[in-house]
Nanobody
Framework: QLQLVESGRGLVQSGGSLTLSCAVS????????IGWFRQAPGEEREGVSC????????NYADSMKGRFTISRDNAKTTVYLQMNNLKPEDTAVYYC???????????????????WGQGTQVTVSS
């Protein structure tokens, strides 16, 4: 059983930065692409970013491009999400999830991410 634990929750002001971490344990980290997702109260879950096993290829939702950076440290079996220039609309619970395979599924294909963390709260004040 793969386990994912998010950390880095926080309250920041608009324009601020925050880094989230997703620590992965269980089966081999090297076989899983890892994605970040978020869900705001009353809103649907949305994909944020993903980093693949194959060449650490990354993709981002359009609203996060240029502000968010995803990275992975295979030695530490951890994936990071660096978030800059945060906006109040970025307020949400952020989840990391694992998809078996060398490439990231499309961010909207939630069902292809088999293992999920419990989530961590990010709040951006205006």
């Amino acid at each position: 059983q793969l386990q994912l634990v998010e950390s880095g929750r926080g309250l920041v002001q608009s324009g601020g930065s925050l880094t989230l971490s997703c620590a992965v344990s269980g089966f081999s980290f090297d076989y899983y692409s890892i994605g970040w997702f978020r869900q705001a109260p009353g809103e649907e879950r949305e994909g944020v970013s993903c980093i693949s096993v194959r060449n650490s290829t990354t993709n981002y939702a359009d609203s996060m491009k240029g502000r968010f950076t995803i990275s992975r440290d295979n030695a530490k079996t951890t994936v990071y999400l660096q978030m800059n220039n945060l906006k109040p609309e970025d307020t949400a619970v952020y989840y990391c999830a694992a998809s078996y395979g060398p490439d990231c599924p499309l961010l909207g294909y939630f069902y292809q991410y088999r293992y999920w963390g419990q989530g961590t709260q990010v709040t951006v004040s205006s």
